[in-house]
């Protein structure tokens, strides 16, 4: 589609987030949300949209705001799309699914497209590519890799404002269970046992 093409040019240009949450992210997120669409009979055209918009805004997670970081990008994504052939009606999907999807938000989105958006938004964060996002985010952070008394949270609250291993216990393996779409879910069943993979050889290598 052209208008996806034209979109996915101006996202190019203004994306400026970390390794966790630059471009690359985006075009992961459009491709989960292209595989979900298909599998679900959605609409692609406004979905694909969202994913290329979902980041526009993207405050760093030391920042207070970052965790509003979804709603300024659904502010300013209904600014660009009034330069393309979209009905209001479509930009307030596309604008909708945007403001929900975040995990931040703690919001199941109403619409089939922000279910799918958040899904694909969510499978980013799992398997392989999710625990290099992880730790890119931490290395950003300086945090620590994990507890030393407690690396895995046996006897503590997860604190991932502290250390990196923490956001596994206190997110990721929570994601699975939070899909919205049955093709989500099956995509994140695989991708979290990589995640138990991980940790179980983290724990071979460190106790």
Known sequence: MIVLDSLKDEVKKI?????????GHVMRVYKNAKKICKEEKANEKLILSAALLHDIVSYP??????????????????????????????????????????????????????????????????????????????G???????????????????????????????KLLRLESLMNTKSGKVEAKKRTRVLKEFLNYLKQEIS
């Not at 620590?144 to 609250?157: A, S």
Request: hydrophobic content about 35%.
């Open 140 to 170: 950003s952070l300086k945090r620590p890799f994990y507890n030393l008394d407690d690396p895995f949270c046996k006897t503590r609250i997860p604190d991932d404002k502290i250390w990196t291993v923490d956001h596994f216990f206190q």
């Open 15 to 23: 994306m400026d987030g970390d390794s966790a949450h630059d471009f």
């Open 61 to 138: 997670k030391s920042d207070k705001r970052s965790k509003i970081s979804s709603l300024e990008s659904a502010k300013k994504s209904t600014q660009i799309l009034k330069k393309y052939d979209f009905s209001k009606e479509e930009v307030m999907i596309i604008s909708d699914a945007i403001c929900d999807h975040s995990f931040s938000q703690n919001k199941v989105p109403k619409t089939l497209e922000g279910k799918i958006l958040q899904d694909a938004d969510r499978l980013d964060a799992l398997g392989a590519i999710g625990i290099a996002r992880v730790f890119a985010t931490g």
